[in-house]
């Protein structure tokens, strides 16, 4: 018997705009003739969508293209691991298994490893010159403490707080108190 194929694409959900004239950008999966739409936390205008594409993407662009194409790749290994596929399975293991840190040295200490290992040594320089002034401005902070101030801090110091992003655990469990998680 043959099992049904799982089949998986980053689309723009021209369904909800949104109030700055952008839309969400979506991992569509298909399996048995069901979709699922899962959100990866970007949102771009529909040109430049075209522009990622059609490969003529450039700067931030061509950088969202290439997360895109790791978030894609990283669903397609989770779904050919599940035997048999289940979109529940696959919502367990693809989004359960989120590294989280305590602290945002931590965050950062593991990033600039997956940059140089990415022989992204320049990025990775860059990361670590913000993590050292970070330090200096909040020595050993903890993910609940972050604040606005200190997010206006990581932009004034360029660095891309896109790449970081805070969430609550979406779990049964999870309290309003619980503190957010750093997810990378």
């Known amino acids: 018997m043959k099992t049904p194929k799982v089949s998986l694409k980053m689309i723009l959900d021209t369904r909800r705009k949104k109030a700055s004239d952008e839309f969400p950008i979506k991992l569509r999966i298909t399996h048995n003739r069901r979709r699922k739409y899962y959100g990866v936390g970007y949102d771009v205008a529909p040109r430049e969508w075209e522009m990622i594409t059609r490969d003529t993407a450039k700067g931030k662009l061509r950088k969202l293209k290439h997360m895109l194409n790791d978030i894609e790749k990283d669903a397609q290994e989770t779904s050919e691991s599940i035997h048999p596929f289940s979109f529940s399975q696959f919502e367990k293991e693809f989004f359960d298994n989120k590294i989280t840190f305590q602290t945002l040295e931590a965050a ?15 990025t990775a320089e860059s990361y670590n010159a913000a993590l050292t002034s970070l330090q200096k401005f909040r020595p050993h902070l903890a993910i609940e403490q972050i604040n606005m101030k200190d997010i206006a801090f990581l932009k004034w110091k360029n660095v891309n707080t896109e790449t970081i992003t805070f969430e609550r655990a979406k779990t049964a469990n ?11």
């Open 108 to 122: 950062y200490d593991f990033y600039i490893e997956k940059l140089k290992k990415n022989n992204q040594y320049g």
């Open 174 to 184: 999870t309290k309003r108190s619980d503190p957010p998680k750093l997810w990378l």
